[in-house]
């Protein structure tokens, strides 16, 4: 299994709204990381989970709250988003935190109204 | 067909051309690259990575190039197909950092 799978693949949500991302591997790899994407731009990192300790936040906004429950699973939750936060929201891990092929999942289209 | 890369984000080629992809990057602490394929609506896919203690690696169809004077990476991409048709970033990783950092992509098109 090569996979990252990310759930849902289409969200909307309001403003007021609170909404969770899920990205699941069974790769048995030690890092995973929450990227954001906007359209025609590059993938930007938002956190690194690190043997499930948060080890990066790129100085992103709190309404957005990562979660590693183990190895396996990484969450994103959501809180009084914006509009301007709509975009791809792109789940990827790789075997170790450092220099090593990072897998990605689809990604979470969101849609904040 | 060539690119110019960050400066110039679209390619268009003819079907069983030969393509080339160029990525300037900026951290001379760079030590790890890789190229994905991203596909409307999908997730970047791997295609091939390189450390900087190589110049020169090839996959399947697929070269890159790296030159660490000028900081300049390159994919190749041989016999070009449709399915090549993507968004391709390369990306960067700083020895000991956690980081994977993307270029800003080039849009390869491929006409039949």
């Known amino acids: 299994d090569t996979e990252v799978t990310q759930t849902p693949k289409h969200l909307v949500m309001g403003m007021t709204n609170k909404k969770s991302l899920k990205c699941e591997q069974h790769m048995g790899h030690r890092a995973m990381y929450w990227y954001k994407q906007k359209a025609k731009k590059p993938p930007e990192l938002m956190f690194v989970y690190s043997y499930e300790k948060l080890s990066i936040n790129e100085s992103v906004p709190s309404r957005f709250s990562p979660e590693c429950p183990n190895s396996s699973l990484l969450n994103l939750h959501l809180h009084a988003l914006q509009p301007e936060d709509s975009a791809l929201y792109l789940c990827?891990?790789?075997?170790?935190?450092?220099?090593?092929?990072?897998?990605f999942g689809q990604g979470t289209r969101l849609t904040v109204v | 067909g060539e690119s110019v890369g960050l400066h110039l984000p679209t390619l268009s080629v003819q079907e069983g051309d030969n393509s080339i992809i160029n990525c300037a990057y900026s951290n001379s602490a760079s030590d790890y690259f890789i190229w994905y394929k991203q596909e409307s609506g999908k997730g970047p896919q791997f295609i091939i990575d390189?450390?900087?203690?190589?110049d020169k690696r090839q996959g399947q169809r697929v070269t890159v190039l790296l030159n660490k004077t000028v900081k300049h990476l390159s994919l190749q991409i041989a016999a070009t197909q449709p399915g090549d048709s993507a968004v391709y970033f390369c990306a960067e990783s700083q020895g000991g950092s956690e980081k994977l950092v993307f270029g800003k992509g080039t849009k390869l098109t491929v006409n039949p």
């Open positions: 390189i450390r900087s203690n190589m």
């Open positions: 990827a891990s790789s075997e170790t935190p450092m220099n090593t092929e990072a897998f």
